[in-house]
């Protein structure tokens, strides 16, 4: 796994976009993952701001939010896909039908969201996905399969607590829709981002600690082009590196 550890969130946020700006040169035609979390909101803007700037186009490439939450009696106040789109989306020149979402009411069912796997079966070139306090990815909660794919979970405390940080005021859903580890891990290549003190744990434990779906960030170490970005917060705990 290669290791960035910049020196303030600003220099991660700035990290994170020259890279991916160059990814998207170097690949017009990038199938892109995303996860949502707070603190990739102010990624998005700076990517959509290079867009608008000339500097990068999404014209060829194709969008996947990776997960999303539930509907049902309790409904989120926004969702991974509307967040998504108010911040980078609707603000970047992606043609509307390259940006894909699963159908909750399918995955909900247990049934099969055909045309988002579809849409998925020839991989992803780049995913980058928020490492969550307990190590999850996407919606991938520790102890989940290293084989697992696209499934509903039930959200964990971490998982909820990531969402306050999105909605503010809950309730919050109990359950969501996700790509599985599998996914994850057959992408060309991925970036695992984490920012600020309350990931410095979880970061040292991805990095230096036992690989095992307790901490399912931690299987990510196995593939061949990881990359982790921390600023100098999350990364307070590593050794020596």
């Known amino acids: ?8 969130g600003d220099a991660w946020i700035d ?6 700006c160059q990814r998207l040169q170097q690949q017009p035609a990038l199938r892109l993952g995303l996860t949502v979390e707070a603190s990739l909101l102010p990624v998005f803007d700076a990517m959509a701001a290079h867009c608008r700037q000339g500097l990068v186009s999404f014209r060829q490439a194709e969008v996947f939010s990776l997960a999303e939450y539930g509907s049902g009696p309790v409904q989120a106040p926004v969702s991974w896909g509307s967040l998504i ?19 909750l009411e399918e995955v909900g069912r247990n049934t099969a969201d055909r045309d988002f796997e579809a849409a998925l079966k020839s991989g992803l070139d780049l ?3 928020a490492i969550g306090t307990d190590g999850h ?16 979970v039930i959200l964990n405390q971490p998982m909820l607590r990531a969402a306050a940080k999105l909605f503010g005021v809950g309730p919050y859903p109990a359950w969501g829709v996700t790509v599985g580890l599998r996914q994850l891990k ?3 290549e991925l970036w695992l981002l984490a920012q600020g003190r309350e990931k410095a744990d979880v970061v040292r434990r991805v990095v230096q600690g036992e690989i ?3 901490v399912p960030a931690s299987l990510m170490r196995k593939h061949p082009r990881s990359y982790i970005f921390v600023d100098h917060l999350a990364g307070l705990y590593l050794c020596d590196l």
Do not use: Y
């Open 15 to 20: 990290a994170i976009t020259n890279l991916w």
């Open 127 to 129: 995913v980058l996905a």
């Open 137 to 152: 990815l996407c919606l991938n909660e520790p102890e989940c399969g290293e084989s697992s794919t696209i499934r509903r």
């Open 85 to 103: 789109r108010k911040h980078l989306i609707e603000r970047i020149d992606l043609p509307v039908s390259q940006f894909h979402l699963m159908d």
């Open 1 to 8: 796994m290669n290791i960035l550890r910049l020196d303030s």
């Open 186 to 188: 057959d992408a060309g």
């Open 212 to 214: 095992s779906t307790t």
